[in-house]
């Protein structure tokens, strides 16, 4: 396997797991690699000494999505089968989320593509503030249109979650097996508001929906009325807008499912 520069890797060195930075394209059979990493002042990594490494000694490292809590992104060998969250409509890590209030009475759909058949065990959201008297979110997954892309039929159900009790994740225990294509995480907020963890337009927004032509207003997400029911619509509403800006007063809700395996 040939490695790039800036690629995460580990390796055994005798019994101990060591971690390091590719530094430079193969030479020959060997690479060499950053290893002792200390952060520092402004985000900043430095390199306290490097190794020279063959190839076939080093495993390469991936982002395979984030804790529960949604606070920190965590990075293993290829694999499925962690404790970890896929959130839509978001590419950085957890500086990109905020906590803020999502609209009361809407349904955010968030957009979400698959590229190989995968099976879901969990979805999440996470409260970050309780809500007053009454209120409730509930969380799920739509298809959608495969001529237009609208969110459609309703795939998994997350179930209704009372918001008043207790911050942290808000897990569904669910069992989908979703095929390659587009899908729709949706969210809806009802009595008061709650204030949960939401993507950031400035640092984090995929903008899958596009710009408006002044490039100063991106879109993550749809938004549709969506009056108080214990169960989500099996169908999405109709006449959703691209209006829900991260970063403005409509807020874009991490939404995240976790993988059970991929075929």
């Known amino acids: 396997m040939s490695f790039v520069p800036s690629q995460l890797v580990k390796w055994l060195d005798g019994t101990t797991t060591k971690y390091g930075i590719v530094t430079t394209g ?29 190839a076939a000694a080093l495993v390469p ?10 606070s920190d992104v965590r990075f293993a060998s290829p694999g499925i089968g962690f404790d ?17 209030s999502p609209t009361l009475n809407t349904i ?6 698959i590229a190989k058949q995968i099976v879901v065990d969990r979805l999440a959201f996470n409260v970050s503030v309780v809500g007053g008297a009454g209120a409730k979110a509930h969380a799920g997954i ?29 897990i569904a225990v669910v069992n989908a097996t979703l095929a390659p294509g587009l ?35 991106q ?3 749809l938004a549709a009325l969506q009056l108080y029911s214990p169960t989500l619509p099996t169908t999405y509403p109709a006449g959703a807008t691209d209006a829900t800006n991260p970063g403005s007063t409509s807020f874009v809700p991490a939404i995240g499912i976790r993988i059970a395996s991929i075929s």
């Open 61 to 70: 490292m991936a982002p395979i999505g984030v804790s529960s809590s949604m």
């Open 26 to 54: 193969a030479r020959g059979s060997v690479h060499v690699v950053a290893t002792d990493l200390q952060s520092i002042a402004g985000d900043r990594v430095v390199s306290q000494s490097e190794r020279i490494i063959t």
């Open 108 to 113: 955010i759909a968030v957009p979400f593509t």
């Open 219 to 221: 879109q993550a997400a």
């Open 183 to 217: 899908y729709w995480f949706a969210i809806a907020s009802w009595g008061s508001s709650t204030v949960m963890l939401c993507i950031d337009g400035a640092s984090g927004a995929t903008h899958s929906l596009g710009w408006r032509n002044t490039f100063a207003s």
């Open 142 to 170: 739509y298809a959608a249109d495969t001529v237009t892309g609208y969110p459609t039929s309703l795939l998994v159900d997350g179930g209704e979650v009372d918001t008043t009790i207790s911050v942290g994740s808000k």
């Open 84 to 100: 970890c969250y896929y959130i839509a409509g978001i590419s950085g890590d957890s500086a990109a989320l905020s906590a803020h």
